[in-house]
């Protein structure tokens, strides 16, 4: 089992950024093996695909982000982390945490971003 914990949420204005962090835990957890990505949730919205990273460490981010999200990892830390830059009201939304690892999906709670115009 793997357990997912998000942080970093909160509320900004329009332009400012946040760092969100998603720190794993578990007995089994091989950290540097899963695939781990942040979707969001906004209000009445589906969710949504943000950015995914792969274990090798390759990227993709979702149209409405690219050029303003990036996605990190730090393997020695079991840490991803999601740095929003010039965030937008539209930004606002729960971002949940996501990894998967030989076919089995895994998520976070989720944190708050509220972005006020």
């Known amino acids: 089992q793997v357990q997912l914990v998000e942080s970093g949420g909160g509320l900004v204005q329009a332009g400012e950024s946040l760092r969100l962090s998603c720190a794993a835990s578990?007995?089994?957890?091989?950290?540097?093996?899963?695939?781990m990505g942040w979707y969001r949730q906004g209000p009445g919205k589906e969710r949504e695909l943000v950015a995914s990273i792969s274990s090798g460490g390759s990227t993709n981010y979702g149209d409405s982000v690219k050029g303003r999200f990036t996605i990190s990892r730090d393997n020695a830390k079991n840490t991803v982390y999601l740095q929003a830059n010039n965030l937008k009201p539209e930004d606002t939304a729960v971002y949940h945490c996501?990894?998967?690892?030989?076919?089995?999906?895994?998520w976070g709670q989720g944190t708050q971003v509220t972005v006020s115009s």
């Open positions: 996501n990894a998967k690892y030989y076919g089995l999906t895994f």
């Open positions: 578990g007995s089994t957890l091989r950290f540097n093996a899963m695939g």
